[in-house]
């Protein structure tokens, strides 16, 4: 299994890129590309009781998809393995659930372990099949951009394989320099400094995503119930049918 901080145990120093508003190009940039989401879309931290919805949510792309992710074409057993050693008191993960509270969106923003790059983290971000195209890659990439700044992270990067344009293309909007070495290329860029709003926003969009999901979890609850009790009359129901036969 490929080591998620891999980058941060053998990097060497780099000119500083310029400091870019990422939060503000990537959102700019999305709105530009998906007007219809100029809206707030919840996104939730994800913790470790998440694990089995985020191994469903991996093992659920298809092999190109994991290929793209993992910049391999991980089996089963490895993304299972990658989901047993997330730690998920270091690095943060963030998630997009639908209403049936699959998770369809997750980004993986984690922090280096080397002590002379404590300031740096690395940026990963998967999405499902059936939520393509609404911009969600771009969305977590803002929330990680805010924590990341928050957390008094400068450099953020990604790496990924070239082919991977829809990460690029991300990477690219929100300012990043992106330095291609053949089959792999590695996009970085410099946070400005959190700031109050930086801060208020993060806070406003967890109660925001934490409402979302708890409100999620009670309409599937109801709908269980009414289930169960639609059973329950359509056994009452036909117990008098044969009652009266």
């Not at 290329?185 to 806070?203: G, K, N, Q, V």
Request: glycine share 6%; charged share 25%.
């Amino acid at each position: 299994m490929v080591d998620p901080t891999r980058w941060f145990k053998s990097a060497t120093p780099r000119a500083p890129a310029p400091v870019v508003d990422a939060a503000g190009a990537a959102r700019a940039s999305e709105e530009r590309h998906f007007p219809s989401l100029s809206v707030v879309v919840p996104i939730r931290s994800v913790g470790p009781g998440q694990r089995e919805r985020i191994l469903a949510h991996l093992l659920s792309l298809e092999p190109h998809d994991r290929y793209l992710r993992f910049g391999y074409a991980a089996n089963d057993e490895q993304i299972t393995r990658y989901v047993d050693q997330l730690n998920f008191e270091r690095d943060e993960l963030f998630g997009i659930f639908n209403r049936r509270l699959d998770l369809i969106a997750m980004a993986h923003l984690a922090f280096s372990i080397d002590p002379q790059y404590t300031s740096c983290a690395e940026f990963g971000v998967s999405v499902a099949k059936s939520a393509r195209g609404r911009g969600y890659g771009s969305r977590l990439f803002e929330r990680a951009v805010m924590h990341a700044r928050n957390e008094g992270v400068t450099q953020l990067f990604i790496h990924a394989l070239s082919e991977n344009t829809a990460m690029l293309k991300i990477a690219r909007h929100a300012g990043a320099i992106i330095e291609r070495d053949g089959s792999e290329s590695e996009a970085h860029l410099r946070l400005p400094p959190a700031d109050f709003d930086s801060r208020i926003t993060e806070l406003v969009n967890q109660q925001v995503a934490f409402t979302d999901y708890h409100l999620k979890v009670q309409a599937k609850q109801f709908w269980r119930l009414l289930n169960v009790l639609q059973d329950i009359r359509q056994g009452v129901r036909e117990a008098r049918e044969r009652a009266r036969g």
